[in-house]
T-cell receptor
Framework: QKEVEQDPGPLSVPEGAIVSLNCTYS??????FMWYRQYSRKGPELLMY????GNKEDGRFTAQVDKSSKYISLFIRDSQPSDSATYLC????????????FGTGTRLKVLA | NAGVTQTPKFQVLKTGQSMTLQCAQD?????MYWYRQDPGMGLRLIYY???????DKGEVPNGYNVSRLNKREFSLRLESAAPSQTSVYFC????????????FGQGTRLTVV
């Protein structure tokens, strides 16, 4: 079983839709949870990160962490064609052995 | 703002050939990383350098070597390329190993035939 599972998609939605992207993980030692966005033929770039459980909002993006369920989500409100990209979740823990693990990514296409 | 610069952007190698992928960052970061990205596998860590003068194996180090030339530069060498090393390679850097944000280069698309 992979430490981090992410549905690869592709996910196609109409412009203006609310998008929900999710990851599950198995290691309860993960402390920080990140979402990266990767445009085609580019490197990933960090969108936002959260520490422990709870919500964090940044403009149209909301990251949610539920440590009890080992489940994280990224919500995109009022999705735009420019949001079309692959979204990768990532997790880190630094206690003892260092680990920074990426999910496989979900490909999102927002249709105009 | 250069950030993380990788060279080359594309490369085709024959099986058994060697090559070095170059990476440089201008953000004065201590930690640097090499990843490979394959369909369905996500980003997998090959090697990392927590600070200048140190290097450590990641998840998939076999067939690769690295050199942390100085604080700015971190190179990845394939001594004898194999078709299984066909991938997109990303270099990344972060202020320190424990930092949540890693900054990525544009990637090198490598094909081994």
């Amino acid at each position: 079983q992979k430490e981090v599972e992410q549905d690869p998609g592709p996910l196609s939605v109409p412009e203006g839709a609310i998008v929900s992207l999710n990851c599950t993980y198995s290691n309860s030692a993960f402390q920080y949870f990140m979402w990266y966005r990767q445009y085609s033929r580019k490197g990933p770039e960090l969108l936002m990160y959260t520490y422990s459980s709870g919500n964090k909002e940044d403009g149209r993006f909301t990251a949610q962490v539920d440590k009890s369920s080992k489940y994280i989500s990224l919500f995109i409100r009022d999705s735009q064609p420019s949001d079309s990209a692959t979204y990768l979740c990532a997790m880190i823990f630094t206690s003892g052995t260092y680990k920074y693990i990426f999910g496989t990514g979900t490909r999102l296409k927002v249709l105009a | 703002n250069a950030g993380v610069t990788q060279t080359p952007k594309f490369q085709v190698l024959k099986t058994g050939q060697s090559m070095t992928l170059q990476c440089a960052q201008d953000m004065n970061h201590n930690s640097m990383y090499w990843y490979r990205q394959d369909p369905g596998m996500g980003l997998r860590l090959i090697y990392y350098s927590a600070s200048e003068g140190t290097t450590d194996k990641g998840e998939v180090p076999n067939g690769y070597n690295v050199s942390r030339l100085n604080k700015r530069e971190f190179s990845l060498r394939l001594e004898s390329a194999a078709p299984s090393q066909t991938s997109v390679y990303f270099c990344a850097s972060s202020e320190n190993r424990a930092n949540t944000e890693a900054f990525f280069g544009q990637g090198t698309r490598l094909t081994v035939v």
